[in-house]
Every structure is written in structure tokens, then in C-alpha cells.
């Protein structure tokens, strides 16, 4: 879970697709994930979370799925507006502590 | 209800001297936690509070250290500034006690030259 690298992967999207953005996380005995949202300028903003007892959680136009097997978490966005823009990182909780991913740059083409 | 808020919103250090963040959590989060955010080195936690005591810690230098008061708000102050110090110092709250969602405010934009 260690944030590693100044070049942010980029997913250009058209508008109205959906988009995945993925995320590995790496200590197995993390319990909580969370995916978060940030515009330049600004600090991270909650968008949705997933305890590792599930597989699936689903919020508005957002879906986070939890792969424990291969360590894996990924973010859906239904119908990818201009406003979905931003970077996007995935956090897990290991022993009380959050580690962040180094984040994906996301680009909605009009 | 109010976010997370911040202040200052932006500072400009000189090396050496000294600097004090303020953060004032959600109403009713009791747990504060800090983190750096470098382009180089992506977030990274720097310390936790939780009623008033440090609850954890991240592999900082003694020169980063930080208090709670009784009402959650929460102070972080970084001694003897370097220039690697320039960062954005990002703060977020959580009711704590298993609930763990944590929000984050605004973030302090430190310059140190």
C-alpha cells in the first residue's frame, strides 16, 4: 500500500461511458478499503468504501468490487460525466493505519 | 453539516524556522489524522489522534509532531523546515471507534525556500 511514483497512469474516457480504474493493494491482512477522489487544488473527497467481508458495494453511478484473492479493488463510474475528471486513489486500512495508492488520472473527453 | 477545515490554506517558510498547521474535524469525529502529499511520494500518513492521544504514527522525523485538543481539533507542527518539507499537509477526520470513513479537508499548501 505504499504511494510510489510522480507519473500518474491516465484513463481517457469518452462521455457517457463507464469507466474502471483499477487498484492493488498489498498487505492481505488489510480490513477496510476506500476509494477517493481529487480535483487539482483540492484534498481527496470520499466517494465510496467496502469492508474486506464483501465482494460488492454499490453506490450512485459508483461500484467498488474487492478481489482478496489476487488483492485487487476496482472503481466502476456509470455514465462518465466531464465532472468525473480528477485523480482517483484507492486507500486500505492495515492496523489502524490508511496506505495510499499512487493514484489514476482520469480524462472525460467530451 | 460542516467538512473538514484547515488553516491556513497556504504558507511560505524559510529553512529553519518553524511552522503549526491547524485542523478542525466533522462534528463529533474524534479521530484526526495527518498525511503529506508530494508529487513524488503520493500521500503518506504522517500520525493519528484519537482523544487527544497518538494513536499512530508514520516513519517521519521527530521534527513532525502534532496534539488534539479536548474538542477534536487538532495541531501539527513541523520544527527546523527543509525545503523537502514543501508539500501539501492534507488532514482527515473519522468518527473513530470502528467507524472508519474518513473525510478530508481542504489541505494546508506549505512552500518552504
Known amino acids: 500500500g505504499e504511494s510510489v511514483g510522480l507519473h500518474l497512469p491516465t484513463l481517457s474516457v469518452q462521455e457517457g461511458d463507464n469507466s474502471i480504474i483499477n487498484c492493488a493493494y498489498s498487505?492481505?491482512?488489510?480490513?477496510?478499503f476506500i476509494w477517493y477522489k481529487q480535483e487539482s487544488g483540492k484534498g481527496p473527497q470520499f466517494i465510496i468504501d467496502?469492508?474486506?467481508?464483501?465482494d460488492k458495494r454499490q453506490g450512485q453511478r459508483v461500484t467498488v468490487l474487492l478481489n482478496k484473492t489476487v488483492k485487487h479493488l476496482s472503481l466502476q463510474i456509470a455514465a462518465t460525466q466531464p465532472g468525473d475528471s480528477a485523480v482517483y486513489f484507492c486507500?486500505?486500512?492495515?492496523?489502524?493505519?490508511?496506505?495510499f495508492g499512487s493514484g489514476t488520472k482520469l480524462n472525460v473527453k467530451p | 453539516k460542516a467538512g473538514v477545515t484547515q488553516t491556513p490554506r497556504y504558507l511560505i517558510k524559510t529553512r529553519g524556522q518553524q511552522v503549526t498547521l491547524s485542523c478542525s474535524p466533522i462534528?463529533?469525529?474524534?479521530?484526526v489524522s495527518w498525511y503529506q502529499q508530494t508529487p513524488g511520494q503520493g500521500l503518506q500518513f504522517l500520525f493519528e489522534?484519537?482523544?487527544?492521544?497518538?494513536?499512530n504514527k508514520g516513519n517521519f522525523p521527530g521534527r513532525f509532531s502534532g496534539r488534539q485538543f479536548s474538542n477534536s481539533r487538532s495541531e501539527m507542527n513541523v520544527s527546523t523546515l527543509e525545503l523537502g518539507d514543501s508539500a501539501l499537509y492534507l488532514c482527515?477526520?473519522?468518527f473513530g471507534g470502528g467507524v472508519y470513513e474518513q473525510y478530508f479537508g481542504p489541505g494546508t499548501r506549505l512552500t518552504v525556500t
Open positions: 489522534y484519537f482523544s487527544e492521544t497518538q494513536r
Open positions: 498487505n492481505s491482512a488489510s480490513d477496510y
Open positions: 486507500a486500505e486500512r492495515d492496523f489502524n493505519k490508511f496506505y
Open positions: 462534528s463529533g469525529h474524534r479521530s
Open positions: 482527515a477526520s473519522s
Open positions: 467496502i469492508r474486506s467481508n464483501m
